[in-house]
């Protein structure tokens, strides 16, 4: 009986345990991206502003 209880216990920590990471995961991996899609689109404000004054000064 004790090795059910060990087995069955494993077996929800387990499952537990993947469906946590899973999520931390693709909660991760989400923040990754956003924060990456606002990276760029600062960048190419920066990068536009850029040109469109040295074009304007010169």
């Given at each position: 009986?004790?090795?059910?209880?060990?087995?069955?216990?494993?077996?929800?920590?387990?499952?537990?345990?993947?469906?946590?990471?899973?999520?931390?995961?693709?909660?991760?991996?989400?923040?990754?991206?956003?924060?990456?899609?606002?990276?760029?689109?600062?960048?190419?404000m920066?990068?536009?502003?850029?040109?469109?004054?040295?074009?304007?000064?010169?």
């Amino acid at each position: 009986m004790k090795k059910l209880k060990n087995k069955v216990f494993y077996t929800i920590f387990s499952i537990l345990t993947i469906s946590l990471l899973s999520f931390i995961v693709v909660f991760n991996v989400q923040n990754y991206l956003e924060e990456k899609k606002n990276v760029e689109r600062s960048l190419n404000m920066s990068f536009d502003y850029g040109c469109n004054y040295l074009y304007h000064t010169t």
